[in-house]
């Protein structure tokens, strides 16, 4: 008898374990699912960003930009957010910096914001996602880097910044997009530099 009512539970405690599975499932999706869409504009830029491009340059504003063809690291993330989650950072960093000047670097020897480059430069993105992003502690652990987060480091003496992408290398270390010098790619080199701050976009 006891063995009779254990086989008639059965679909029953499957119906709940499956329930629970789904729902867990449905949480990690949305919860990542900035990152996801970050991701996805930020590998649409390989094969069409090809080159590298640092020459200031007077843009649009707001939501202006260089070519496609060219670019720096930082416009990965700053077309990467605009065309995922209509975030414009050129206006975004622009009105921070103006109202709180003396909170950014001055290695440029600026004495007011400047709405064409501001915002093409690693320093001064460091300072805002450190204002207005989730800023996060700085590992080794692969398991720690999600898809979409932003992530800074240096290249010898030279700020950089790259996105985590949602693949990773044989290892379990998340691959990243970005551009050092030949456009944007996609690249196992997350922990190949001496990092310096790690961000995630809030929902």
């Not at 989650?85 to 910096?97: F, G, T």
């Not at 430069?121 to 204002?131: I, Q």
């Not at 898809?147 to 003496?157: A, H, I, K, M, S």
């Amino acid at each position: 008898m006891k063995q009779f009512f254990i086989l008639l539970l059965l679909p029953f405690l499957y119906l709940l374990v499956a329930h629970g599975q789904h729902t867990t499932e449905g949480n990690l999706l949305e919860a990542s699912s900035t990152g996801a869409k970050i991701v996805n504009a930020a590998k649409s830029q390989i094969g069409k960003t090809t080159s590298y491009a640092p020459a200031y340059k007077v843009i649009p504003y707001p939501m202006g930009d260089i070519p496609i063809e060219k670019g720096v690291c930082t416009d990965v993330v700053i077309r990467a957010l605009r065309d995922a989650l209509n975030y414009d950072l050129q206006k975004q960093v622009h009105l921070d910096m103006r109202g709180n000047f003396s909170t950014y670097p001055k290695i440029w020897g600026l004495k007011r914001a400047d709405k064409n480059i501001d915002h093409r430069r690693v320093p001064n993105l460091m300072t805002f996602l450190k204002r207005k992003a989730t800023s996060l502690p700085v590992t080794k652990t692969p398991a720690n880097y999600k898809p979409g987060d932003l992530v800074t480091c240096l290249v010898g003496n030279r700020p950089h910044i790259m996105i985590v992408s949602d693949r990773a290398s044989n290892d379990g270390t998340p691959l990243i997009i970005h551009n050092i010098g030949r456009g944007a790619k996609e690249e196992h080199s997350l922990f190949s530099f001496t990092l310096t701050g790690h961000y995630r976009m809030k929902p």
